[in-house]
Antibody, heavy 120, light 110 residues
């Protein structure tokens, strides 16, 4: 059974970099059938797509976040990561990693979520 | 890119049907069939309930159904049950490997 296990700090200072990792177990991350993505939900708001990654390294990012976001993969550890630079209070959110079916573009498996607060 | 438009709330009594709309544009919902719906209970990860406009993943009851007309996709929940109370989000492929989510609809079972 596929599992996505998220890890990373829950508190980040303003102007610093938010870093989260999603470890995939039960299936290889190196597959042509799926992308691997990040989604977030600010408090009291809806879901926001952050971006997707293909195991070969290609990334596709939300234009509104593109200048500050990096998504990368480590196939040897079967995991992928998110970095958001120069964070502000507006980046405070629950962050989810998820598997995205690459043809029909739906997220079928999700991580447990990581609450991240940006505060000094 | 703007978020897809959903009504903030919807409600119905047990056994009734409720429909939640998701309005986009001719560049996303109107153009592609890659529309999906997610059920989100507080404190849990979102759960896929509809993909490719009308398809249900294994294990999702057939009380949940999806459709589309023009730039608006819809999710219908029939035979409402107490456990259906949750937030629902639509999502659509928007071209160039990008995705949009709706703002979410809080479904209340009266």
């Amino acid at each position: 059974q596929l599992q996505l296990q998220q890890s990373g700090p829950g508190l980040v200072k303003p102007s610093e970099t938010l870093s989260l990792t999603c470890h995939v177990s039960g299936d290889p991350i190196s597959t042509n059938k799926y992308y691997w993505g990040w989604i977030r939900q600010p408090p009291g708001k809806g879901l926001e797509w952050i971006g997707n990654l293909f195991y070969g390294g290609s990334t596709y990012l939300n234009p509104s976040l593109k200048s500050r976001v990096t998504i990368s993969v480590d196939t040897s550890k079967n995991q992928f990561s998110l970095k958001v630079r120069s964070v502000t209070a507006a980046d405070t959110a629950m962050y989810y990693c998820a598997r995205l079916e690459s043809w029909q573009y739906y997220f079928d498996f999700w991580g447990q979520g990581t609450p991240v607060t940006v505060s000094s | 890119q703007s978020a897809l438009t959903q009504p903030p709330s919807a409600s119905g009594s047990p056994g009734q049907s409720v429909t939640i709309s998701c309005t986009g544009t001719s560049s996303d919902v109107g153009r592609y069939s890659s529309v999906s719906w997610y059920q989100h209970h507080p404190g849990k990860a979102p759960k896929l309930i509809i993909y490719e406009l009308t398809q249900r993943p294994s294990g999702v009851p057939d009380r949940f159904s999806g459709s589309k007309s023009g730039n608006t996709a819809s999710l219908t929940v029939s035979g409402l049950q107490a456990e259906d109370e949750a937030d629902f989000y639509c999502s659509s492929y928007a071209g160039n490997n990008t995705l949009l989510f709706g703002g979410g609809t809080k479904l209340t079972v009266l």
